[in-house]
């Protein structure tokens, strides 16, 4: 550990200078920057913790051991159910006050509500931690996040390109900037979040830093395994999983629960680098990069806490893979599949099966039924049904904006559709089922 502060590796965090005169500390993430491991880590310690002065309530885990943390304060928080909400918090703060501690709360859903926090603080002395991850890196692991957990089936290009269209507190730092401008720098410690990095220095240890405790006592009285929970999927895993959303919904929550944990199990042993600059074009990437440029105007990183342990040229670089050879690694996976989670692979190849035998397929369900090797007519995806090929000849410029923005929807092609059914709006701006087909693409754009 010693060789971590050395002069050239070392960390810079602002202390709390008196950690015992708060009555709370919030963890709120962001989101995707390491809280699964600080959360659980902290479940593991309460009884240590509780002797260094700090009370970190009770939550529940999944079987991966991951969890939202004390997420019913965020949730009560993003319903604007607030009296839930000063409720939740009220109880937790006496729970706190009973051990003669500070509570100690991690919750990422509290991440985007700065505004309806301050409502519940009164004259509560508090302190917030929050973590910093490069723009792009952010980028990239939402939309990881949302392939595994929220269905989405946009592919990577068309989703940056959508941010490209309304950039968002990823590529612009806007929501790390509230929070600032709302609370102050004194309140906050905001620190650097770097993969390479916590190779060397594990999250668990930066957080206990980030608090006040000297990693001496850090060294001496907790044990920490410098291990990543929530990893990112192998990219053989998002692939699949952003195809199998094409069948998934929140209809079918135990079947897609039990493919999350399948690949979880993979991400968690399968170690590989990919990310955005390996899969999307040089032209896009150049684009996202100056995007970002041109919209960091934020005073983020002038009271950014940077740990500096490994330079930019030390982190590894992704190597973009060919379609055979992802192919050839989503074939080997469904395998394992097969081989480990018999019954799951058979009510996927189930749904899939069911999937093909609609009116109009998704080409993304022909890829699959290959990859689950099911038999399928030599068919092709429906552009138009007959009752649209007949009304054509007729069609003003509107309806055929419409159905062209409905077929791109179809074809998961979201960013384009977009672009399409805009066009249709300026044509015929009152036209209800444009609005529709709106509607349904901003929800697929939405991260």
Same mark, same amino acid.
Request: net charge neutral; hydrophobic share 40%.
């Given at each position: 550990?010693?060789?971590?502060?050395?002069?050239?590796?070392?960390?810079?965090?602002?202390?709390?200078?008196?950690?015992?005169?708060?009555?709370?500390?919030?963890?709120?993430?962001?989101?995707?920057?390491?809280?699964?491991?600080?959360?659980?880590?902290?479940?593991?310690?309460?009884?240590?913790?509780?002797?260094?002065?700090?009370?970190?309530?009770?939550?529940?885990?999944?079987?991966?051991?991951?969890?939202?943390?004390?997420?019913?304060?965020?949730?009560?928080?993003?319903?604007?159910?607030?009296?839930?909400?000063?409720?939740?918090?009220?109880?937790?703060?006496?729970?706190?006050?009973?051990?003669?501690?500070?509570?100690?709360?991690?919750?990422?859903?509290?991440?985007?509500?700065?505004?309806?926090?301050?409502?519940?603080?009164?004259?509560?002395?508090?302190?917030?931690?929050?973590?910093?991850?490069?723009?792009?890196e952010a980028l990239?692991?939402?939309?990881?996040?949302?392939?595994?957990?929220?269905?989405?089936?946009?592919?990577?290009?068309?989703?940056?390109?959508?941010?490209?269209?309304?950039?968002?507190?990823?590529?612009?730092?806007?929501?790390?900037?509230?929070?600032?401008?709302?609370?102050?720098?004194?309140?906050?410690?905001?620190?650097?979040?770097?993969?390479?990095?916590?190779?060397?220095?594990?999250?668990?240890?930066?957080?206990?830093?980030?608090?006040?405790?000297?990693?001496?006592?850090?060294?001496?009285?907790?044990?920490?395994?410098?291990?990543?929970?929530?990893? /990112?999927? !192998? *990219? #053989? &895993?998002?692939? %699949?999983?952003?195809?199998?959303?094409?069948? =998934?919904?929140?209809?079918? @929550?135990?079947?897609?629960?039990?493919?999350?944990?399948?690949?979880?199990?993979?991400?968690?042993?399968?170690?590989?680098?990919?990310?955005?600059?390996s899969r999307v074009?040089?032209?896009?990437?150049?684009?996202?990069?100056?995007?970002?440029?041109?919209?960091?105007?934020?005073?983020?990183?002038?009271?950014?806490?940077?740990?500096?342990?490994?330079?930019?040229?030390?982190?590894?670089? /992704?190597? !973009? *893979? #060919? &379609?055979?050879? %992802?192919?050839?690694?989503?074939?080997?996976? =469904?395998?394992?599949?097969? @081989?480990?989670?018999?019954?799951?692979?058979?009510?996927?190849?189930?749904?899939?099966?069911?999937?093909?035998?609609?009116?109009?397929?998704?080409?993304?369900?022909?890829?699959?039924?290959?990859?689950?090797?099911?038999?399928?007519?030599?068919?092709?995806?429906?552009?138009?049904?007959?009752?649209?090929?007949?009304?054509?000849?007729?069609?003003?410029?509107?309806?055929?904006?419409?159905?062209?923005?409905? *077929?791109?929807?179809?074809?998961?092609?979201?960013?384009?559709?977009?672009?399409?059914?805009?066009?249709?709006?300026?044509?015929?701006?009152?036209?209800?089922?444009?609005?529709?087909?709106?509607?349904?693409i901003t929800k697929?754009?939405?991260?």
């Amino acid at each position: 550990m010693k060789s971590i502060f050395t002069r050239k590796s070392y960390i810079e965090l602002p202390r709390f200078s008196s950690v015992t005169n708060e009555d709370v500390i919030f963890h709120i993430g962001a989101p995707k920057t390491g809280s699964t491991a600080i959360q659980k880590f902290c479940l593991d310690n309460r009884e240590t913790l509780r002797e260094h002065g700090f009370h970190y309530p009770e939550h529940a885990l999944d079987k991966n051991g991951i969890s939202g943390g004390h997420s019913a304060l965020g949730l009560a928080l993003i319903e604007n159910r607030l009296d839930d909400a000063a409720n939740i918090l009220s109880d937790y703060v006496k729970e706190a006050k009973d051990n003669n501690c500070v509570l100690l709360l991690s919750a990422e859903s509290i991440f985007y509500s700065p505004d309806k926090l301050t409502v519940l603080l009164g004259d509560l002395k508090f302190k917030l931690v929050a973590f910093y991850r490069a723009p792009l890196e952010a980028l990239y692991s939402n939309y990881i996040q949302l392939v595994k957990r929220h269905f989405l089936t946009t592919d990577i290009a068309s989703y940056c390109k959508a941010q490209l269209e309304k950039p968002n507190g990823f590529l612009t730092s806007e929501a790390h900037a509230r929070w600032l401008e709302k609370y102050g720098h004194n309140k906050i410690a905001l620190i650097s979040y770097c993969e390479a990095t916590l190779k060397t220095l594990p999250i668990q240890k930066l957080f206990l830093m980030s608090l006040g405790l000297d990693h001496k006592q850090v060294e001496k009285n907790f044990i920490i395994e410098n291990k990543f929970f929530n990893r /990112s999927y !192998p *990219l #053989s &895993a998002l692939e %699949l999983k952003r195809m199998l959303n094409f069948v =998934l919904s929140d209809e079918f @929550e135990d079947i897609n629960d039990k493919v999350d944990i399948f690949l979880q199990r993979i991400a968690d042993t399968d170690v590989e680098q990919h990310d955005i600059e390996s899969r999307v074009s040089k032209d896009l990437y150049y684009r996202l990069e100056q995007t970002t440029e041109s919209n960091f105007k934020y005073q983020v990183e002038a009271v950014l806490s940077k740990v500096r342990s490994l330079s930019k040229t030390e982190k590894g670089k /992704s190597s !973009p *893979l #060919s &379609a055979m050879q %992802l192919n050839i690694q989503i074939f080997k996976l =469904l395998k394992k599949m097969s @081989e480990r989670e018999p019954e799951l692979f058979d009510e996927l190849k189930k749904m899939i099966a069911i999937k093909l035998s609609e009116r109009s397929v998704h080409f993304e369900i022909f890829k699959l039924a290959e990859f689950f090797n099911l038999e399928f007519e030599g068919k092709s995806s429906e552009w138009f049904s007959q009752g649209q090929i007949e009304r054509m000849p007729n069609y003003e410029k509107a309806e055929f904006l419409r159905d062209i923005a409905d *077929l791109m929807y179809r074809r998961g092609e979201y960013a384009e559709a977009e672009n399409i059914v805009n066009a249709a709006l300026k044509e015929r701006p009152h036209g209800p089922v444009i609005k529709k087909i709106k509607a349904k693409i901003t929800k697929k754009l939405s991260p």
